[in-house]
């Protein structure tokens, strides 16, 4: 389904074929199809990438320890660190500071051949830092690149899953405050409709998903 195609289905879900003008404008409507989707490959883990130079390859500078992460990338899954010339890359391990301060006192001060990876929100520091240049190899999870913002764009999700998007504009337009449409029922309806399909939101620190020093656990849930 392409965007005109699914805000006329909001349109439909949400009784607003009648009224001129109507209730809610196209634009929030394409905005919170926009955030549908970003929330759905958060919950689902839908957008796995390894193949974009852009997203998953970050050139490091020798000595230089600390790089700004893709913005797209939310979970990552894979680390490789490969020095430039070198015919092989080196697995990179993805700890948290106070794994390392424990295990590897000092390890702030060291350089050497990359061994693991700290992550933040928005940034990869290497440890030890790397004393040569190389390029930083990433496999993860990622939101969508582009906004919903031209009547023939398309969700970059499967579209199985198109439909199930407009629960969420649903629920953000029943909520919308100081509004005659408001409506929590609906909202909270819409909210849970597309809660069942896509799953709960996960914890915001998605970093401890791939942490070698957190024990992982498979949970497995029953339709």
Request: glycine content about 4%.
């Amino acid at each position: 389904m392409n965007l005109e195609q699914l805000i006329g289905q909001f349109r439909i879900d949400a009784d607003d074929t009648v009224t001129n003008p109507p209730l809610w404008a196209d634009e929030w409507i394409a905005a919170w199809l926009t955030e549908a989707q970003a929330e759905a490959a958060i919950r689902g883990r839908l957008l796995y990438e390894a193949a974009s130079a852009a997203v998953c390859q970050i050139a490091v500078a020798a000595n230089t320890a600390t790089h700004d992460l893709h913005k797209s990338l939310f979970e990552l899954v894979h680390l490789r660190f490969q020095a430039t010339g070198a015919p092989t890359s080196s697995v990179l391990t993805i700890k948290a500071r106070e794994e390392l301060d424990r295990i590897r006192p000092g390890w702030r001060d060291e350089t050497g051949t990359p061994r693991h990876a700290v992550q933040d929100d928005t940034r990869i520091t290497l440890v030890p830092r790397p004393e040569v240049a190389g390029t930083l190899h990433i496999e993860g999870y990622r939101v969508p690149l582009k906004a919903l913002e031209n009547d023939t764009d398309k969700p970059e999700l499967h579209e199985a899953h198109h439909r199930h998007l407009v629960h969420w504009a649903l629920h953000r337009a029943f909520s919308k405050p100081d509004s005659e449409t408001i409506d929590p029922t609906r909202a909270a309806t819409a909210e849970a409709a597309f809660t069942r399909y896509f799953g709960q939101r996960p914890d915001s620190d998605l970093r401890r998903a791939t942490r070698s020093d957190v024990p992982q656990t498979n949970k497995v849930f029953w339709p």
